[in-house]
């Protein structure tokens, strides 16, 4: 069984957030029935918007591992620790948003920093910054796990250390820094690939991604594709296993395309 498991900005979505040079590998998807889990820093809100438009009715994953979503029934199997919200089944990793901006601010206090997140940004000022019409930005604000922020000013190093010390955790996305708690999206894939495993037995996982936030899953897939982006020198580094493509939708069309071929070549169907 073949599962594919991807990030979404920089990767399966482009800089205008469209997927469209990826479609043929998106049809191969459905007509072989490979699972395609969304995995990203997006809300779930946001999630939910990207699921429909792909006509998606898989698991995925919000806010760098906050929360994994399963819809209801969609595993013929007991979901133990879920929290049943709004048709799904909600397995949560993440600590409430309140207590990850508090913390965020007293680091910033403390390390002398300063920094502005998503909760201080207007839903214009984060349309402009993300590239985003005022709805899409408006979904990315419904935040619950993770905050997104930048560093204007200070000794980053001192925030980190700041942050580190309220056994926070930080990591770098595409557009801005975020600020978690001990979740990650590796979390989520091991519980998702354990669910798999119970139902299939033998599970390949493709994992995607281009940022370093990616790093924990990708290092957790069988075949880790790592798309080009500014930070891939040192997403190579953290992921040494990983194979480099081209960036974007058109780039993932093709490594999609090339691992299904692959797959199925091995088992001659």
């Known amino acids: ?27 191969e998807l459905k007509i072989r029935q490979i699972p395609l889990v969304l995995c990203t820093s997006k809300t779930r809100a946001e999630a939910e918007f990207y699921r429909l438009r792909l006509d998606n009715t898989h698991p995925f994953i919000v806010e760098n591992g906050g929360a994994l979503y399963i819809p209801e029934n969609h595993f013929p199997l007991p979901i133990r620790s879920a929290v049943r919200r709004d048709g799904y089944a ?10 990850i901006v508090q913390d965020l601010l007293e680091a910033a206090a403390e390390s002398g920093c300063t920094v502005r997140g ?3 940004m207007s839903v214009e000022e984060i349309g402009t910054r993300c ?8 979904m990315a604000k419904q935040r619950e796990y993770d905050e997104p922020f930048e560093i204007l000013s200070g000794d980053s190093a001192r925030l980190f250390e700041a942050i580190q010390k309220r056994k926070r955790r930080w990591t770098q996305g595409g557009r801005f820094y975020h600020m ?6 590796g979390h989520c894939v091991i519980l998702l690939r354990h ?7 033998s599970v390949t996982v493709v994992g995607l ?7 924990g899953f990708l290092n957790l897939t069988d075949i880790p594709l790592l798309l080009e982006s500014e930070q891939i020198k040192a997403l190579q580094k953290a992921v040494p296993r990983g194979r480099l493509c081209p960036a974007g939708p058109g780039g993932w069309n093709a490594a999609v395309l ?7 070549s091995e088992k001659g169907t």
């Open 90 to 99: 909600v397995i949560e990793f993440g600590d409430p948003y309140p207590e």
């Open 209 to 215: 991604g281009d940022g370093l936030n990616d790093a």
């Open 118 to 120: 998503f909760h201080q």
């Open 180 to 185: 978690l708690g001990a979740n990650d999206k």
């Open 195 to 201: 669910f798999y495993e119970r139902i299939y037995r």
């Open 131 to 138: 590239n985003m019409p005022p709805p899409a930005a408006q």
């Open 258 to 264: 090339d691992v299904i071929h692959d797959y199925y």
């Open 1 to 27: 069984m073949l599962v594919c498991i991807t990030d979404l900005d920089g990767t399966l979505l482009d800089a205008n957030y469209s997927f469209e040079e990826a479609q043929p590998a998106l049809r």
